[in-house]
């Protein structure tokens, strides 16, 4: 144990400076040998400056070495002791190097970027599959929202439930007896069906309908010829004609005295043309007629 806390005595770093035999510190840059010229006038209490070939007085306590400089008597009676004790000692190289200070502040907190080559594709068609695969579902997203938007844009503009339940009328075709009229209410407007008779449909057809102030066919206006069906709405100023009345045994309006044929047609007054034919169907399974 004594043996181990001697080397470590032993072990000192080497200084920086090397030295002159006579243990005068080796300065190239420094003149020693300068004296302070005699009568400078200047007594600043100071004595000749030291000597280059006297050692100073701090060096009784060290001995030069060539290989490794200026020693210190204890460490030299220290390294002595270690020999006595057949402790070895690593050879001194003789080579010393510069102490340097690194002046700039170490980054602690430098970020540290984490290894993901582990999630990394192995191969590019790997990689560019799952990025068409993500295009592509994000193009479908993005069209199924768009979709969903505008379909309930638009149905805010549709018509409301009372209005779609006005947009088609049925009316049984048995409930009209032949010769007679009906008068129902579609979309705000009254409309006039006309279950004629065949009297009736012989004369609608026999005019000469090419004379007229708003010339159109009875078969034009018809899609069963016993069954007649138009708006009640004069083509004046929108009154309402009265049935079975006036010069041909149609219509006629009391406003402005508007005459109208057996099928709805312009004969006489101001009335400009004829009246609106709206648009139906029959149903003839169930004997019905279809409105709208």
Same mark, same amino acid.
């Given at each position: 144990m004594a043996a181990i806390q001697l080397a470590k005595k032993a072990v000192t770093l080497p200084p920086t400076v090397r030295t002159l035999a006579s243990g005068v510190p080796s300065a190239s840059l420094i003149n020693l040998s300068v004296r302070e010229p005699a009568g400078h006038g200047?007594?600043?209490?100071?004595?000749?400056?030291?000597?280059?070939?006297?050692?100073?007085?701090?060096?009784?306590?060290?001995?030069?070495?060539?290989?490794?400089?200026?020693?210190?008597?204890?460490?030299?009676?220290?390294?002595?002791?270690?020999?006595?004790?057949?402790?070895?000692?690593?050879?001194?190289?003789? &080579?010393?190097?510069?102490?340097?200070?690194?002046?700039?502040? %170490?980054?602690?907190?430098? %970020?540290?970027?984490?290894?993901?080559?582990?999630?990394?594709?192995?191969?590019?068609?790997?990689?560019?599959?799952?990025?068409?695969?993500?295009?592509?579902?994000?193009?479908?997203?993005?069209?199924?929202?768009?979709?969903?938007?505008?379909?309930?844009?638009?149905?805010?503009?549709?018509?409301?439930?009372?209005?779609?339940?006005?947009?088609?009328?049925?009316?049984?075709?048995?409930? &009209?007896?032949?010769?007679?009229?009906?008068?129902?209410?579609?979309?705000?407007?009254?409309?006039f069906i006309r279950h004629r008779t065949q009297d009736e449909v012989q004369d609608a057809r026999s005019t000469n309908w090419k004379s007229l102030r708003d010339p159109q066919s009875d078969e034009d206006r018809t899609k069963k010829p016993e069954w007649l069906v138009m708006l009640g709405v004069c083509t004046h100023l929108g009154c309402v004609p009265i049935g079975e009345a006036g010069d041909y045994g149609g219509w006629f309006c009391p406003c402005h005295g508007s005459h109208y044929d057996i099928s709805g047609r312009i004969r006489k007054g101001p009335a400009p043309s004829n009246l609106e034919v709206p648009q139906y169907d029959f149903d003839e399974a169930n004997g019905l007629l279809v409105i709208g």
């Open positions: 200047h007594g600043h209490g100071h004595g000749v400056g030291p000597r280059s070939d006297v050692p100073p007085k701090w060096v009784g306590g060290v001995s030069a070495n060539s290989s490794v400089g200026l020693v210190s008597r204890n460490v030299v009676n220290g390294m002595e002791a270690v020999l006595a004790a057949g402790i070895s000692l690593p050879p001194s190289t003789g &080579i010393f190097q510069k102490r340097l200070i690194h002046s700039s502040v %170490p980054a602690k907190d430098a %970020p540290q970027v984490p290894d993901f080559s582990h999630y990394e594709a192995k191969s590019e068609s790997t990689n560019r599959g799952v990025a068409y695969f993500m295009i592509g579902s994000l193009g479908l997203l993005s069209a199924t929202v768009a979709k969903s938007t505008v379909t309930e844009f638009l149905a805010t503009m549709a018509a409301s439930a009372d209005v779609l339940a006005m947009a088609k009328v049925e009316i049984e075709l048995a409930s &009209i007896p032949e010769g007679k009229n009906a008068i129902i209410k579609w979309r705000g407007k009254p409309v």
